[in-house]
């Protein structure tokens, strides 16, 4: 009897192949005539007689060959990655490559795929193509989550089909059995691994079996002899724990990072076109130190020449006059310095469209004074890169904001699209290999531009939250599913609610100021420097440890709780409270029953806290902790610091 061990396990004698995670089995085989059979997926099996074998079926392709690759994981040799080529035997003119890429920790796997043209042909068209094509087992009541920022679709009845397109919604899904409880449901989850036309359908035919696929909105694309092209990344995983636990395998396997936290940043908007920008830039980044803020970046406009969208941009070497004085006084204060930069648009004013006007899309359907410039072609990289490179070096950068520019082109081909956005990855990994303690954060409208490739290469994303306060914890829960806290900023803008309530939107992930600090009164001031100063005390926490909703937002409430070793930090937040609503005792988990733990909380003031007691953690998670300054008034919030004591 063979037992199945964690890793990639071949059958002995057939082509089957077993995908063995911590708590899952995901079984991929091929029939006598080449067929290949998603055969299995769910929870662990035991053996690999478990499986049936799969039975003869023609198709048009044919199974040919198959390679693994081996390395180091966790000082052990596990196999973690399979490729199966497939050959075209009707036409033969070209090679289908299937990459399984397996996450034991987090029971994930990532499927991808290459297609080749083979032949002699000079020109191979091929008209569709996905990613990837999961099926699930039947069911009639597993419903469906997807994520618009937001959008969540009730059950999925009997021969139904669901279309998700990244344009208006992230390419991500869950599907969840209702029939359990909550906590304990299994779920089916996943996301397509690319910004630009990422596309899902989900299919429940009459019997209940659910079929999802994955990769590129109406793809085709032609393929010269010796070609090929990569199709995005399908990432997929299984539990048992709920969205819970969906949240946290898949924030985990994209969170495969160094443990540094994050400085608390600034972003003033600061329009360094002005005529009076350094004598006004000194003084902010002088209030800025002195309220505890530790990097301090300059948005649009710090290059000569830059009017709104008019003129300058792709001329990023060139600095505004006496910039390098401004980057050398934000050092001597002690800050770091980052900048705005979007490297592929350009304005057609400007001295790199007119030395390459052959550079850019020019059937794109862009309007205004910008284009966009063709980072597939190699001399445009290579500028690209080399400007970047400059200006790093010049101005000691630890942190660029890249806005992402979206390309809309007046073509029916994906081509272009695949190989732009291909590009755009490899430009960020080149950025960060030459500079690895770099900072990029990547940034663009509704946030979009924050799949996992693209996470892949980041350390930060700008998820849309700079909206209202009720829009912004939304935003948060559903980015959540994908995008661990540590990699999303949360900035404290001057919206019409109270200032500690913004703050503690704030602590949500990375911390971030966006006002204008000349307007601080005193009061507001010392209040500022207090919020800035506890969370340099628990960024830690709420950037390095597992989130959890306690409460998913709702008109009226939300609660998060996030937990590292032995700490835990819970932000909860009051919207619009119900006063015939009694507000029940919060009941917090991930704690151990029978230690003792420090329990502190703030409300208003960070100077002091209005509670500091020790309960243990069975009291915290079974009776609860009552929480009366929610009750009144609108927006109202508290952060509670949950320490174990060391004597315990």
């Not at 920022?149 to 992230?170: A, I, K, N």
Request: hydrophobic share 35%; with cysteine; net charge neutral.
């Amino acid at each position: 009897m063979i037992i199945l061990g964690t890793g990639i396990t071949q059958h002995t004698i057939h082509p089957v192949w077993f995908l063995v995670s911590k708590n899952t089995t995901y079984v991929v085989g091929s029939t006598t005539e080449g067929t290949l059979l998603n055969l299995y997926w769910g929870q662990r099996l035991l053996r690999i007689r478990d499986i049936e074998l799969p039975v003869s079926q023609g198709t048009q392709y044919e199974y040919e060959s198959h390679r693994t690759l081996v390395y180091s994981y966790t000082q052990s040799m596990s196999t973690t990655c399979l490729v199966i080529v497939l050959k075209d035997k009707i036409m033969c003119t070209y090679e289908v490559h299937l990459k399984y890429s397996l996450d034991i920790e987090n029971d994930t796997i990532t499927r991808s795929v290459t297609l080749l043209n083979t032949s002699q042909v000079e020109s191979v068209m091929i008209p569709r193509a996905l990613s990837a094509t999961y099926y699930l087992p039947p069911s009639s009541t597993r419903g469906l989550v997807s994520r618009s920022w937001v959008h969540e679709r009730p059950v999925l009845l009997p021969g139904t089909t669901y279309t998700v397109h990244s344009e208006s919604h992230y390419p991500y899904f869950a599907m969840i059995d209702h029939d359990q409880e909550y906590g304990k449901s299994e779920v089916y989850f996943g996301t397509v691994e690319w910004s630009d036309r990422g596309y899902l359908e989900i299919e429940v035919s009459m019997d209940g079996l659910t079929t999802i696929r994955g990769g590129l909105h109406a793809f085709s694309v032609s393929l010269s002899t010796g070609d090929h092209i990569e199709l995005p990344r399908f990432t997929v995983g299984f539990t048992q724990d709920g969205l819970t636990g969906a949240r946290r395998q898949l924030t985990r396997h994209n969170n495969e990072k160094e443990t540094r936290v994050h400085s608390v940043l600034y972003n003033g908007w600061l329009n360094t076109t002005q005529p009076d920008v350094m004598m006004h830039c000194k003084e902010i980044m002088k209030k800025a130190a002195g309220l505890g803020l530790e990097l301090f970046i300059l948005d649009q406009g710090w290059f000569r020449r830059w009017y709104g969208d008019r003129t300058g941009l792709g001329d990023h070497c060139k600095l505004q006059f006496g910039l390098k004085v401004v980057a050398d006084e934000i050092h001597r204060l002690g800050m770091q310095l980052g900048v705005w930069v979007q490297p592929d648009k350009i304005s057609v004013d400007s001295d790199l469209y007119r030395a390459h006007p052959d550079w850019v899309y020019h059937d794109q359907a862009v309007q205004g004074n910008q284009k966009i410039l063709n980072i597939g072609m190699k001399d445009v990289q290579h500028c690209i890169l080399s400007r970047l490179i400059n200006v790093i070096y010049r101005l000691n950068i630890t942190y660029i904001k890249w806005d992402v520019s979206q390309l809309t082109l007046h073509t029916d081909s994906r081509l272009p699209r695949i190989r732009h956005m291909s590009s755009l990855y490899n430009l960020i990994h080149k950025l960060k290999s030459t500079f690895p303690h770099l900072l990029i954060e990547t940034c663009s409208s509704q946030g979009e531009h924050i799949d996992l490739q693209m996470m892949e290469g980041v350390d930060l994303s700008e998820s849309g939250s700079l909206g209202q306060p009720d829009a912004q914890l939304v935003t948060h829960y559903n980015a959540s599913f994908v995008i661990p806290p540590k990699m999303m900023n949360s900035w404290v803008t001057h919206a019409h609610t109270p200032l500690s309530y913004r703050f503690h939107l704030g602590f949500l992930s990375t911390l971030g100021l966006s006002m204008d600090l000349s307007t601080l009164s005193t009061q507001d001031w010392e209040t500022c420097k207090g919020w800035i100063a506890l969370y340099k005390q628990i960024r830690h926490i709420q950037q390095l440890g597992t989130l959890d909703w306690l409460v998913v937002p709702t008109h009226s409430m939300a609660v998060t709780q996030t937990y590292h070793e032995q700490e835990s930090v819970v932000l909860a937040f009051r919207t619009n409270p119900t006063y015939s609503t009694p507000l029940k005792p919060l009941r917090l988990r991930h704690l151990i029953p029978h230690t003792i733990y420090q329990v502190r909380i703030w409300h208003l003031d960070p100077s002091s806290s209005v509670y500091d007691n020790e309960l243990s953690g069975a009291s915290l998670m079974n009776r609860g902790l009552s929480l009366p300054y929610l009750k009144s008034p609108t927006y109202s919030s508290v952060v509670i610091w949950i320490k174990k004591l060391s004597n315990t």
